[in-house]
């Protein structure tokens, strides 16, 4: 048996112990747990992992699973910008598109910090100049709404921020529209001045249909009212395929660069965030980039026993494959930051829901557990109660702000107040034998998550921590965590429907599937 599945078989052997005891029983016989299991990481992030469910031997356990995977290693690797996505043979560095001017980030040996801070100033002058009227549009007015056009990593980040941080009297507007389904362009634009309206289109390979149609049908409403040369005035676009933009119609100078070391869900601190800096201002974009490094700079240097997104991703993976639960529950008690569970959803199971190791071989244990949440207190009235008296234990991630500066000022006391009885309560029960449908059996996990406030540094903080956890678990499972290949066959396939639809030649299909393409042809 090799080092990393004698340490997979203690990880087990560990989490079968801690089974038999309840997670509450564990502050008695562990007085330092609370001490060992709390971590303050970076820009005041605090996180909480003493109600997971494991005793000082399971933590042991978990932690030298890590050092068995040879997680230090890997890190030291990842931000070397050596090649860490082996099937598409590339670096992963979106670490270097937040680091501080003046770093030295290579990819592959080749300097990257020079063009990476060249970038940013063009999105900085691009920004500021359109919020200070200096850019207008065609008709000379300023531009009031920006409609941002992308999915996926090109979309999740963005939108996220834009929630989190957006001011209530926000000068510029943003709107953002992901799906192909028309229903998402035609809300998107509604009720817009083209005249005062900046399209931008974000796709790492300009290749991607559904941003590309929206880009077209964007496009074609801006040149009604403006003509063809007008809406290109009103047009940028970012990507890492230059040409593809260019051929798309956008002006050389509003196009820009990423690069393919940049993975798409971890895009968001390239120019794919580049909306963001225009609706939120360079200073709030820089504070989040600001952010998101100190926790770079915290997992490079954090000893893993105190490193929050090593913890992190060992809790998870305690649970995943310690106790075998495949789903897990995210639910921020902030409700500017409701949109994290649908920005984890494509961060953790894109990166790590995969079946094979990084040399092809079928994984023999379980990857990426499903992730589903909504905003606190909303989702204590929907799923809340298959959480605490379900047949399956969920564990879940709680993130909450101390301090909220909007609404009613009691609102925060009770938003907070629900948080934290949440995770007690999910611990710790409450007996009714009388009552079975009254009983709480609790034991269940939860995680804790807290910033001061919900910031443009706190919030860069939180998501750089969450892409370092799932770092973590792809090099703990052996996997790729920077390729995306499962998405491919639906894409392609889709291609071929499309076309019969339209009428083309219809291709042999199994029986349900050629029933319905007859059905929808008419
Ligand atoms: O769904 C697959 C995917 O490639 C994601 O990884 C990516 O974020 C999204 O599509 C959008 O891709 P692009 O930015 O190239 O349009």
């Not at 589903?372 to 969920?394: P, S």
Request: hydrophobic letters at 50%; proline letters at 4%; aromatic letters at 6%.
């Amino acid at each position: 048996m090799t080092d990393r599945e004698a340490a997979w078989a203690r990880l087990r052997e560990a989490a079968g112990e801690d089974r038999g005891r309840r997670i509450a029983a564990l502050f008695e016989a562990e007085p330092d747990r609370l001490a060992r299991l709390t971590v303050e990481a970076a820009v005041g992030v605090f996180l909480d992992l003493s109600k997971q469910p494991w005793s000082r031997a399971g933590v042991d356990a978990a932690l030298a699973l890590a050092s068995a995977a040879d997680i230090e290693g890997r890190r030291a690797r990842l931000f070397a910008g050596e090649m860490v996505n082996l099937t598409e043979r590339r670096p992963a560095l979106h670490m270097a598109l937040r680091a501080p001017d003046g770093a030295d980030y290579k990819a592959l040996g080749l300097a990257v910090s020079g063009e990476v801070e060249a970038t940013r100033r063009q999105m900085r002058d691009f920004a500021e100049g359109i919020r200070a009227g200096r850019i207008v549009g065609a008709t000379g007015r300023p531009f009031r709404s920006l409609v941002h056009i992308g999915i996926g990593g090109s979309d999740l980040g963005p939108k996220l921020v834009w929630e989190a941080l957006k001011p209530l009297d926000a000068p510029i507007e943003l709107r953002f529209a992901a799906n192909v389904d028309g229903a998402e362009i035609a809300a998107a634009l509604a009720g817009l001045d083209p005249a005062q309206t900046l399209v931008i289109v974000v796709s790492k390979t300009f290749t991607t249909e559904e941003t590309l149609a929206n880009g077209r049908a964007a496009r074609a409403w801006l040149a009604a009212a403006l003509g063809e040369d007008g809406a290109n005035g009103h047009l940028a676009a970012v990507s890492a395929n230059i040409e593809g933009a260019n051929a798309f119609g956008v002006a050389a100078d509003r196009v820009f660069a990423f690069w393919d070391w940049v993975g798409g869900r971890y895009s968001l601190w390239s120019a794919v965030g580049l909306s963001c800096a225009v609706g939120l201002g360079w200073d709030a974009f820089a504070a989040l980039l600001g952010g998101a490094a100190a926790m770079d700079e915290h997992f490079r240097t954090a000893p893993l026993e105190r490193n929050a997104p090593a913890l992190l991703a060992l809790a998870h993976v305690f649970n995943r494959n310690g106790l075998g639960r495949p789903i897990r529950a995210v639910v921020p008690y902030a409700r500017r930051l409701a949109l994290l569970p649908a920005f984890l959803q494509q961060l953790e199971m894109e990166s790590n829901g995969k079946r094979v190791t990084e040399d092809g071989a079928l994984l023999t244990r379980g990857s990426a557990a499903a992730v589903f949440g909504d905003a606190g207190t909303t989702g204590q009235h929907a799923f809340f109660q298959l959480l605490h008296q379900g047949t399956d234990v969920i564990p879940v991630d709680i993130i909450a702000a101390a301090h909220g500066d909007e609404g009613p000022p009691d609102h925060q006391a009770r938003l907070l107040a629900n948080a934290v009885a949440q995770s007690e309560a999910l611990m710790v029960g409450r007996a009714n034998a009388a009552e079975p449908h009254r009983n709480f059996p609790g034991d269940r996990p939860t995680s804790f998550l807290l910033v001061d406030r919900v910031t443009p540094a706190s919030l860069g903080a939180v998501i750089a921590l969450y892409e370092h956890k799932v770092f973590v678990e792809g090099v703990l499972w052996g996997i790729d965590s920077f390729d995306q290949w499962g998405v491919e066959l639906g894409k392609t396939l889709a291609r071929d429907v499309l076309a019969e639809l339209q009428g083309g030649e219809v291709k042999p299909h199994d029986p349900s599937t050629a029933a319905l393409i007859a059905r929808l042809r008419g």
